[in-house]
């Protein structure tokens, strides 16, 4: 098997689905691109799209698509409950068959960097491929958002970029990099519009504060659907598992005197992150295979 890369990159644009499709466009036209899933959210008005190839083929994909959000998403106009410094907020590499982590954080760094020189778009690395481990995790990165930057980059020096100029986008903002391990995005709905129950859950859960291992967690109210939602990433599926997040949840919920209502999976996920269970048990929508990461990799067998 050839060396096999997935990119899972993030948009600031959740309602236009004109623009979602031409950003997807962008990345399909590129030859070896296997393009695996594309999802928005209103709420979030926020999309993520994920596909998968050769590391050079994927990191060219994932540039275009940069260039394409650049020119169609203008941050001044966006609005929507989850954190982003930039119309590409996120760009992650993962390696996944025959490919190591220092193959992707070379992609990272070379691909960010032409991103920085040719958009005019400023680039910081995280994860695997940060300089000098110094920018923490990717929340620390997009704490305070766009409007942080454009008010505080060109001052503070711990907002200067790794790459790219030291100004920001005026209407793209900026983008981060990098390097991950396979994640797991999963959002546990609860049967109330009390955004403060979904933060105490949240901040139950979340690893740095004591909660499940592998957990990051947020709670966000979801104005269009009058839900309150515990957002969370399962940085390492194999300790924590949809399964097991979901349970934490549900048991929390019910201390609070909610019930859950409904969970979600964003993007793509290996089977083994459902814990033994089926779709069914953590309240989901029933899920064929193409949501599973396995579907994919065995088309490049």
């Given at each position: 098997m050839k060396p096999l890369v997935e990119c899972v990159p993030n948009f600031s644009e959740g309602r236009d689905s004109g623009i979602v499709e031409a950003i997807a466009a962008s990345i399909a036209a590129v030859d070896g691109v296997h393009l695996a899933g594309m999802e928005m959210d209103g709420d979030h008005n926020r999309s993520v799209i994920t596909f998968m190839g050769a590391p050079e083929e994927v990191a060219r994909g994932a540039f275009e698509a940069c260039r394409t959000a650049r020119d169609l998403i203008d941050l001044r106009h966006h609005r929507g409950v989850h954190p982003r410094i930039g119309a590409t907020d996120v760009i992650p590499f993962i390696p996944l068959s025959d490919c190591t982590m220092d193959v992707c954080v070379s992609l990272a760094r070379d691909y960010g960097g032409e991103i920085g020189r040719s958009l005019g778009i400023p680039v910081y690395f995280y994860g695997h491929a940060d300089l000098d481990a110094r920018r923490g995790e990717l929340p620390d990165i997009r704490r305070g958002g766009f409007e942080r930057l454009v008010g505080e980059m060109e001052t503070n020096q711990d907002l200067a970029p790794d790459a790219g100029p030291g100004t920001v986008h005026v209407s793209a903002g900026a983008t981060a990099v990098g390097v991950r391990d396979i994640l797991v995005a999963y959002n546990v709905n609860l049967d109330t519009d009390d955004v403060r129950v979904a933060r105490r859950?949240?901040?139950?859960?979340?690893?740095?504060?004591?909660?499940?291992?592998?957990?990051?967690?947020?709670?966000?109210?979801?104005?269009?659907?009058?839900?309150?939602?515990?957002?969370?990433?399962?940085?390492?599926?194999?300790?924590?598992?949809?399964a097991r997040a979901f349970d934490a949840v549900a048991r929390l919920a019910e201390a609070e005197g909610v019930e859950v209502l409904e969970s979600e999976l964003v993007g793509l996920a290996p089977r083994d992150a459902l814990g033994g269970a089926v779709p069914g048990d953590l309240r989901m929508e029933p899920m064929d295979s193409s949501r599973f990461l396995e579907y994919h990799t065995r088309l490049f067998a």
């Open positions: 859950i949240a901040q139950k859960v979340r690893e740095k504060n004591g909660g499940l291992p592998g957990v990051r967690a947020l709670g966000l109210l979801l104005p269009e659907r009058h839900l309150a939602q515990v957002s969370m990433n399962l940085t390492d599926y194999r300790q924590t598992d949809m």
